[in-house]
């Protein structure tokens, strides 16, 4: 699977689809809706050697290939990675402490492989290399349909635990097992070819003999020229269908290790598809040697000669014993294919209120090829409606991959935009490219609710003792102490001394409040001595 911008979406602080790279991940809406069709589109390129620009050259108005500079750009084994993925629906619900997902999601993938000799052998021939091997030539292909429900607990203020459960409805498959392809040539100028393939194919095609219009009889041998293919007859039913089904499972943790540090993992993926779809189920096979001894074309100079043979026909009668010495054969056996797993490791680190910084390793396997990357971001929170991302990431045979995302609500609508090579905008010169889109609906943001309660929150009832001390004597102060009878009163309730002030204390007081209020720095003494004034 390539870059698929899903490494700068794991610092996207608002952005739902966050549960699908990790099931822990609680979204901070209550509800979530993704657009039927738009919630998620991404569309995602990776090739591990060779560049537009190692390939093609322009020279005037015309574009001329460049064997030896793409030649160079090679390695010894090669790939081209191609991956989609295309959401239908998707919804989200919070519950609590709990957190629930239903995705349902259309997914592409296909991957080439090919070794260098290969275009060693085309370049240059086999006269100084005598010995090459085009092994591992293969390609894999994936298209399938998945139903996912997610659930996630937080456990308490610091840990968070997820998983998915996800069912596969395969759609169709190519893969290549067991390739092997080598040459060589002896001293006497002869070549001895080895093919060894298995060839596995489920998809709503028709494949049958041209001559008899059946499926081809398992185990032999099959005659080039008879395949025919066609797609006579072949309706939707035949691409949605349970006959090929397969299941995956995805399990994730968050943990807020303090203040500042949140740790992240997860493993996604796990899981295979059972290809047992009879009526659009194919398996060739060859395990085949065959000596090439050229093409005898003395007999080719003199038409006059007895025994004259054209050079095309003999190098079609040599083609011919090649087809006929590296036949196919069918067995027709059902099969299964793995998903590929992908593991994430991260963790973010709070700068300040707004700015955080994150750091990422994902590693995934595909068709037992590992492909591991590493990123790092800087990432902020604008504000409560709008999130962006920067990030730079490496992966294998792609280094300068500078990468953004950007998500904004206006409304309950939200719409994200990421990419992990914002450099592949020169596609001349670029060996990746990847974007990732989408429209959510969100609603009932968690802010809002701790707001609503603390308003709808009774004050607490204070209590307050009365202290005992020790006084013979009350004084009154402000305009009550000029009644005799209250003064009086208040004498005889406490059996105290009351001893009256100035009746225009209250006044005096409220003066000095304000003096304090609008002069912070003058003390107490200060405005008691302002006032005796």
């Not at 619900?93 to 997914?107: H, P």
């Not at 039913?237 to 807020?256: M, V």
């Not at 490496?394 to 992990?420: C, H, W």
Request: aromatic letters at 12%; a positive charge.
């Amino acid at each position: 699977k390539a870059q698929d911008g899903n490494n700068t979406s794991y610092f996207l602080s608002n952005l739902p689809q966050q549960f699908r790279l990790n099931p822990a991940y609680q979204p901070e809406y209550k509800v979530f809706i993704g657009l039927p069709g738009l919630s998620g589109v991404s569309v995602n390129y990776l090739n591990s050697s060779f560049t537009v620009e190692d390939l093609l050259f322009k020279r005037d108005d015309s574009v001329y290939m460049d064997v030896n500079k793409f030649y160079k750009s090679l390695h010894k084994r090669n790939y081209i990675a191609f991956n989609n993925e295309n959401s239908i629906l998707s919804i989200g619900v919070k519950a609590k402490s709990w957190y629930g997902t239903l995705d349902i999601t259309q997914k592409n993938d296909f991957l080439f492989r090919y070794n260098k000799d290969l275009f060693t052998f085309l370049k240059y021939g086999n006269t100084d290399h005598p010995s090459m091997d085009f092994g591992k030539l293969g390609v894999n292909l994936n298209s399938y349909i998945e139903v996912a429900l997610g659930l996630s607990k937080q456990v308490n203020s610091k840990l968070t635990v997820g998983g998915r459960l996800k069912y596969l409805a395969g759609i169709a498959n190519a893969h290549m097992t067991d390739s092997e392809l080598d040459v060589v040539t002896e001293k006497d100028g002869t070549m001895k070819i080895h093919s060894r393939q298995n060839i596995r194919i489920t998809a709503p095609v028709n494949i049958r003999n041209e001559q008899t219009g059946l499926p081809f009889e398992p185990n032999k041998p099959i005659d080039w020229d008879d395949f025919d293919f066609n797609t006579d007859d072949i309706g939707v039913a035949d691409f949605l269908n349970t006959k090929n089904p397969g299941f995956a499972i995805d399990l994730g943790g968050e943990y807020q290790f303090n203040d500042k540090i949140k740790l992240f993992a997860s493993l996604t993926d796990l899981g295979f598809i059972h290809w047992g779809n009879k009526d659009f189920r194919y398996n060739f096979y060859q395990d085949a040697r065959f000596t090439w001894e050229g093409a005898d074309i003395s007999n080719s100079v003199n038409k006059d000669n007895v025994g004259y043979i054209s050079i095309d026909s003999a190098f079609t009668k040599l083609t011919d014993q090649l087809k006929d010495s590296l036949q196919l054969r069918s067995r027709g056996k059902a099969y299964t294919t793995m998903v590929s797993p992908k593991l994430y490791l991260g963790a973010t680190y709070q700068l300040n209120r707004t700015f955080y910084v994150g750091g990422l390793f994902r590693a995934s396997l595909v068709d037992k090829m590992f492909i591991p990357s590493l990123t790092a971001s800087v990432n902020g929170r604008l504000m409560r409606n709008v999130s962006a991302s920067v990030s730079y990431s490496i992966t294998r045979g792609s280094y300068v991959n500078l990468g953004a995302g950007l998500t904004a609500k206006l409304g309950p609508f939200q719409l994200y935009l990421e990419t992990d090579n914002l450099l592949a905008c020169n596609y001349t010169n670029t060996q990746s490219a990847n974007a990732r889109f989408g429209i959510n609906l969100l609603f009932g943001h968690k802010d809002h609710k701790k707001k609503k309660k603390a308003a709808e929150k009774e004050p607490l009832e204070v209590m307050i003792a009365p202290v005992p001390v020790k006084k013979d004597t009350v004084y009154m102060v402000g305009g009550g102490s000029r009644n005799v009878r209250l003064c009086q009163m208040t004498a005889d309730a406490t059996g105290k001394k009351v001893v009256t002030g100035g009746k225009e204390s209250t006044s005096l007081g409220n003066l000095g409040a304000q003096l304090k209020y609008f002069e912070p720095e003058m003390t107490v003494r200060e405005i008691r001595r302002l006032l005796g004034k």
